[in-house]
T-cell receptor, first 118, second 113 residues
Framework: AQTVTQSQPEMSVQEAETVTLSCTYD???????LFWYKQPPSRQMILVIR????KQQNATENRFSVNFQKAAKSFSLKISDSQLGDTAMYFC???????????????WGLGTSLAVNP | GAGVSQTPSNKVTEKGKYVELRCDPI?????LYWYRQSLGQGPEFLIY????????DSGLPNDRFFAVRPEGSVSTLKIQRTERGDSAVYLC???????????FGPGTRLTVT
């Protein structure tokens, strides 16, 4: 069974600085996707960034980038130029794409609560 | 276009009562997922629909939980004889067949007193 571990329950960063959130996962599969989701107090889960395991290049989305280390099963999220609106819970999630039937259920970590301070 | 909607936003019920939670996915999305998020936890998979059928219900915790999607669009999660441990945020997500990005609704916060 796949597992996702986020070892940082809480983090804080000063506005405009850079912060890195850690995520490790365990799987025996070779074909999968990894995601970072943001959940503000409104509860709406918002996709931040995704990484396909077969791609060697790290994904980037504006101020958000990942460091994907497949051999180490590590998938960290870097937020550059942090903004007050980045304050939220951040979840790392794993999706297997190896199985039949198109079930793309997400396996989630416990989350990291990020506070961006003015 | 409209995103995924869930009703009610909040539901308070007494232990032992029956509740229904509704999810209205993005129009045209054939895949629909239910997740449960307990306080301080990440979401946990409950059930997956492809069209009208429940293709994977392995995450349902017990037989008090049931979900339907009779016309392949709106889904209802039904919980019988609610227990205090059922208190959580219930999230619904939908995706387009052949694509992997899931779009989430705002969730229903269920409180069982």
């Amino acid at each position: 069974a796949q597992t996702v571990t986020q070892s940082q329950p809480e983090m804080s960063v000063q506005e405009a600085e850079t912060v890195t959130l850690s995520c490790t996962y365990d799987t025996s599969e070779n074909n999968y996707y990894l995601f970072w989701y943001k959940q503000p107090p409104s509860r709406q889960m918002i996709l931040v960034i995704r990484q396909e395991a077969y791609k060697q290049q790290n994904a980037t989305e504006n101020r958000f980038s990942v460091n994907f280390q497949k051999a180490a099963k590590s998938f960290s999220l870097k937020i550059s130029d942090s903004q007050l609106g980045d304050t939220a819970m951040y979840f790392c999630a794993f999706m297997s794409v190896a199985g039949a039937g198109n079930n793309r259920k997400l396996i989630w970590g416990l989350g990291t609560s990020l506070a961006v301070n003015p | 276009g409209a995103g995924v909607s869930q009703t009610p936003s909040n539901k308070v019920t007494e232990k032992g009562k029956y509740v229904e939670l509704r999810c209205d996915p993005i129009s045209g999305h054939t895949a629909l997922y239910w997740y449960r998020q307990s306080l301080g936890q990440g979401p946990e998979f409950l059930i997956y629909f492809q069209g009208t059928g429940a293709a994977d219900d392995s995450g349902l915790p017990n037989d008090r939980f049931f979900a339907v999607r009779p016309e392949g669009s709106v889904s209802t999660l039904k919980i019988q004889r609610t227990e205090r441990g059922d208190s959580a945020v219930y999230l619904c997500a939908s995706s387009d067949r052949g694509r992997d990005e899931q779009y989430f609704g705002p969730g229903t916060r269920l409180t069982v007193t």
